[in-house]
């Protein structure tokens, strides 16, 4: 079993950052895959961006590519979403997510969730 929870959300400007943390607990950390999800008032919820086990490899959505920034830190059992020149339509429930097996960013193929951190960009 694997219990995500996420820090660092928070009201920021548009244009400004904020970096959101995840703390992962149980099953080896080093194991596994670990995505960011985010879902805005009416929306499905969307994929973000998503690192490997060892952090060599990294994937983003389009509508953040060149803006944020995922890692991870397998001594602190923490992955990080550092979020740049944030805009309004970045304002959602941001959701960490957990799975053993390569990286993916489909929804169904993450086991285990946390419970959400807000992030809201005013204008």
């Known amino acids: 079993q694997v219990q995500l929870v996420e820090s660092g959300g928070g009201l920021v400007q548009a244009g400004g950052s904020l970096r959101v943390s995840c703390a992962a607990s149980g099953r080896a950390f080093s194991s596994l895959t670990m995505g960011w999800f985010r879902q805005a008032p009416g929306k499905e919820r969307e994929f973000v961006a998503a690192i490997n086990w060892s952090g060599g490899r990294t994937y983003y959505a389009d509508s953040v590519k060149g803006r944020f920034t995922i890692s991870r830190d397998n001594a602190k059992n923490t992955v990080y979403l550092q979020m740049n020149s944030l805009k309004p339509e970045d304002t959602a429930v941001y959701y960490c997510?957990?799975?053993?097996?390569?990286?993916?960013?489909?929804?169904?193929?993450?086991?285990?969730w946390g419970q959400g951190t807000q992030v809201t960009v005013s204008s």
């Open positions: 997510a957990a799975r053993f097996g390569p990286t993916a960013q489909a929804i169904n193929d993450y086991q285990y």
